[in-house]
């Protein structure tokens, strides 16, 4: 499969705990963005990230959530201390650098938190 | 702010008609206009860009660009009821860090 692998598929955490979400981009591609959906909601931008670097994180809340795309291995997005309203589905898209305006997303991460 | 405005819907159409979906943005520096197709609890699939002014088309699919009035919309010939989906439009300048601002989509019922 050569598309975007997210993984897990289908995550449940109490509030309190932390929440980890992997990503690994399309074959060739080399910059990764996260988006959350709301249900009943539009797509809203986290982080956009190339190997070993965060490009802009202007969309990701300040406090408890991380993100990194490290030199080997998939991107990650963590998640601190989750709370109730960090339930939603959390997507990964990637794209090429020399065609950077196309996202392919990945099949997403459907978050619960009890 | 940037803004991209879509009709949340529901647009709904018989089997066999031409589906006609909506999109307008505020930045006129955009460049890069995007279509996606996203059911009911999956992703978001890439169906259709368009990057200069007029049309484009691709098998059913038709997606027209208009930058003086800020407006590009999405064309479905011949209408199935398996394209009953949301249709996200999305918008990125050029130069910039390629993130593109997404409206919240259009709901499309196509109906036998």
Same mark, same amino acid.
């Given at each position: ?114 | 702010?940037?803004?991209?405005? #879509?009709? +949340? $819907? ?7 008609? !031409?589906? *006609? ?6 930045? %006129? ?8 197709? #996203?059911? +009911? $609890? ?7 860009? !368009?990057? *200069? ?6 098998? %059913? ?8 009035? #800020? ?12 394209? *009953? ?28």
């Amino acid at each position: 499969n050569a598309g975007v692998m997210q993984n897990p598929r289908h995550l449940v955490r109490r509030r309190g705990q932390e929440a980890r979400l992997r990503c690994s981009p399309m074959k060739g591609h080399s910059h990764v963005y996260w988006y959350r959906q709301l249900p009943e909601e539009g797509l809203k931008f986290m982080v956009y990230l190339q190997k070993e670097n965060i490009i802009d994180e202007s969309g990701m809340p300040k406090e408890r959530f991380s993100a990194e795309f490290p030199k080997e291995g998939p991107s990650i997005l963590r998640i601190q201390q989750v709370v109730r309203g960090d339930s939603a589905a959390y997507f990964c898209a990637s794209s090429r650098s020399d065609s950077a305006f196309e996202q392919y997303f990945g099949p997403g991460t459907r978050l619960t938190v009890t | 702010q940037k803004e991209v405005e #879509q009709n +949340s $819907g529901p647009l709904s159409v018989p089997e066999g008609a !031409i589906a *006609s979906l909506n999109c307008t943005y505020s930045d %006129r520096g955009s460049q890069s206009f995007f279509w996606y197709r #996203q059911y +009911s $609890g999956k992703s978001p699939e890439l169906i259709m860009s !368009i990057y *200069s002014n007029g049309d484009k088309e691709d098998g %059913r699919f038709t997606a027209q660009l208009n930058k003086a009035s #800020q407006y590009v919309s999405l064309l479905i010939r011949d209408s199935q009821p398996s394209d *009953s989906a949301t249709y996200l439009c999305a918008v990125s300048e050029a130069g910039g860090s390629y993130i593109p601002t997404f409206g919240r989509g259009t709901s499309l019922i196509v109906h036998p």
